[in-house]
């Protein structure tokens, strides 16, 4: 499975961006699929995740009520939906999947930068 992110960039304070992350190379039907981010200087950190029938869905303290995931299995898709978005929120924000929500992920997309300007 080859998980390709896109949708970064640049935005200002309480801006919105909306990340995608498409699947190929298999079927993710069953998987869980998750974004992470890693800012500079720090450990990479788990954002949300998803759970294959597109309706479980779990989210990190830090983005709860801003951000939003789902999923598109038909487009082996998902997407993260990041609303009023702070500084801090400034990272390299990755997809993965796994047949399992906690397990080290087993599939990785490449990274998108968001840059969140104040």
């Known amino acids: 499975v080859q998980l390709q992110a896109s949708g970064g960039g640049l935005v200002q304070a309480g801006g919105s961006l909306r990340l995608s992350c498409a699947a190929s190379?298999?079927?993710?039907?069953?998987?869980?699929m998750a974004w992470f981010r890693q800012a500079p200087g720090k450990e990479r950190e788990f954002v949300a995740a998803?759970?294959?029938?597109?309706?479980?869905?779990v989210y990190s303290d830090s983005v709860k009520g801003r951000f939003t995931i789902s999923r598109d299995n038909a487009m082996k898709t998902i997407y993260l939906q990041m609303n009023s978005l702070k500084p801090e929120d400034t990272a390299v924000y990755y997809c993965?999947?796994?047949?399992?929500?906690?397990?080290?992920?087993?599939?990785w997309g490449q990274g998108t930068l968001v840059t969140v300007s104040s």
């Open positions: 998803i759970k294959w029938d597109g309706v479980s869905t």
């Open positions: 993965a999947a796994d047949r399992t929500l906690w397990t080290p992920y087993a599939y």
């Open positions: 190379g298999g079927t993710v039907d069953n998987y869980f």
